[in-house]
């Protein structure tokens, strides 16, 4: 069964400053998306990364997959207060198709 | 339509009543999808339809959940005799392809309260 961690699950940082999100994945994949989620709110795609390798930037996150290790990171450079949210990543299993999420991490960003 | 919608937005039923959530996803899509998440939780996966294909029912709690898909679009979630531990947001996505290549589209949820 395809198991998603993600770490930390709660993270509270300074504007300006730099962190890393990371997400494991238990079998194997080569299709990983990441999610943000304002509290009351769906949930907003930000990357979809298909192949070992692939890096995708947006503003001030950026994605990478390395399917060897079964590991993304969302990579969050000079944290502004807007970027506050729940930020969850999902893995496709082979075959099924199905995306089976992360337990998210909540972010926090302190002016 | 221009998106996933999902009615009703909150639902709130006595426990032992049943629920009928309806999704209908975004137009061309063949894959949609049911999720359901607790209050600060992660996102629990219930059932996924694609195309004409037997729906992947895996994530059911119970036999007290099913869903259907009428026409390959609209679908409907139906909880029978509705438990507190039921309560929880229902999330419905759909995707174009369901193939693995392409991201699904959340709608924005059935807020569901069983008192």
């Known amino acids: 069964e395809l198991k998603v961690e993600q770490n930390p699950l709660f993270l509270s940082m300074q504007e300006g400053k730099n962190y890393t999100i990371y997400c494991n994945y238990s079998t194997t994949s080569d299709r990983l998306y990441w999610y943000r989620q304002d509290p009351g709110k769906s949930l907003e795609s930000l990357f979809v990364?298909?192949?070992?390798?692939a890096v995708k930037q947006e503003g001030r996150l950026m994605a990478s997959l390395d399917t060897k290790a079964r590991l993304s990171t969302l990579h969050i450079t000079a944290a502004v207060h807007d970027l506050s949210a729940t930020y969850f990543c999902?893995?496709?299993?082979?075959?099924?198709?199905?995306?089976?999420f992360g337990t998210g991490t909540r972010l926090k960003v302190l002016a | 339509g221009a998106g996933v919608s999902q009615s009703p937005s909150n639902k709130v039923t006595e426990k032992g009543k049943d629920v009928e959530l309806r999704c209908d996803p975004i137009?061309?899509?063949?894959?949609l999808y049911w999720y359901r998440q607790s209050l600060g939780q992660g996102l629990e996966f219930l059932i996924y339809?694609?195309?004409?294909?037997?729906?992947?029912k895996s994530g059911l709690p119970s036999d007290r959940f099913s869903a259907e898909r009428t026409g390959g679009s609209v679908s409907t979630l139906t909880i029978q005799r509705t438990q507190q531990e039921d309560s929880a947001v229902y999330l419905c996505?759909?995707?174009?392809?369901?193939?693995?290549?392409?991201?699904?589209?959340f709608g924005q949820g059935t807020r569901l309260t069983v008192v």
């Open positions: 990364l298909l192949s070992n390798g």
């Open positions: 339809f694609q195309g004409n294909s037997a729906p992947d």
């Open positions: 999902a893995v496709q299993t082979s075959g099924t198709y199905k995306y089976i």
């Open positions: 137009s061309g899509h063949t894959a």
């Open positions: 996505a759909s995707s174009s392809r369901g193939q693995g290549d392409t991201e699904a589209f």
